[in-house]
């Protein structure tokens, strides 16, 4: 069986990057999001990633794929996953790309990847989900900022100074 993967990333420094994906085929859908390892460094990486995230995931549902037809807005992870593909210079994408091509390997699955313009009018199937993928890492992304933010206003507290009063320097070391 054939599985389409539709995978988008969305990366910010400083607050890392969240992939998305859309999977279908003849036993049904998968849709999912989240975030990229601390390892990803880029917004190369996260697409590399969400492509990597796509393909684990369709071969832990279906066992039957057979290949695996990649869209994506990103050029190079539509190129990045033949046996004969050009190895990646950058090390967290190189990292992401040996990986996902053992696996491809070990699991004898064959792969062709198909450019998906971005950013576009949802006038075709294909832009639609492209589209959908974009707005779904963008969405996760922009949650963890929001959460990081937060835990950053939290973190900043006025350090007490032990001299002064013994019993909060005691509390605070306490975690109260």
């Given at each position: 069986?054939?599985?389409?993967?539709?995978?988008?990333?969305?990366?910010?420094?400083?607050?890392?990057?969240?992939?998305?994906?859309?999977?279908?085929?003849?036993?049904?859908?998968?849709?999912?999001?989240?975030?990229?390892?601390?390892?990803?460094?880029?917004?190369?990486?996260?697409?590399?990633?969400?492509?990597?995230?796509?393909?684990?995931?369709?071969?832990?549902?279906?066992?039957?794929?057979?290949?695996?037809?990649?869209?994506?807005?990103?050029?190079?992870?539509?190129?990045?996953?033949?046996?004969w593909s050009k190895k990646i210079k950058n090390a967290s994408a190189k990292f992401i790309q040996e990986r996902t091509?053992?696996?491809?390997?070990?699991?004898?699955?064959?792969?062709?990847?198909?450019?998906?313009?971005?950013h576009q009018k949802p006038t075709t199937t294909r832009a639609y989900i492209?589209?959908?993928?974009?707005?779904?890492?963008?969405?996760?992304?922009?949650?963890?900022?929001?959460?990081?933010?937060?835990?950053?206003?939290?973190?900043?507290?006025?350090?007490?100074?032990?001299?002064?009063?013994?019993?909060?320097?005691?509390?605070?070391?306490?975690?109260?």
């Amino acid at each position: 069986m054939w599985i389409t993967l539709y995978c988008d990333a969305s990366y910010k420094k400083g607050f890392g990057g969240t992939w998305a994906v859309w999977i279908k085929c003849d036993k049904g859908r998968l849709v999912n999001s989240g975030d990229c390892p601390s390892y990803v460094d880029n917004s190369i990486s996260a697409e590399m990633y969400a492509a990597y995230e796509g393909i684990k995931q369709a071969l832990k549902k279906w066992d039957d794929v057979e290949g695996i037809q990649i869209n994506s807005d990103c050029t190079t992870v539509c190129r990045a996953f033949w046996p004969w593909s050009k190895k990646i210079k950058n090390a967290s994408a190189k990292f992401i790309q040996e990986r996902t091509l053992k696996l491809l390997k070990e699991k004898e699955i064959l792969v062709r990847g198909k450019h998906v313009k971005g950013h576009q009018k949802p006038t075709t199937t294909r832009a639609y989900i492209n589209g959908r993928c974009d707005d779904m890492a963008r969405e996760e992304r922009l949650k963890n900022e929001e959460e990081k933010k937060k835990k950053d206003k939290e973190k900043v507290v006025a350090d007490p100074d032990p001299t002064e009063n013994d019993d909060v320097w005691k509390r605070v070391e306490e975690g109260d």
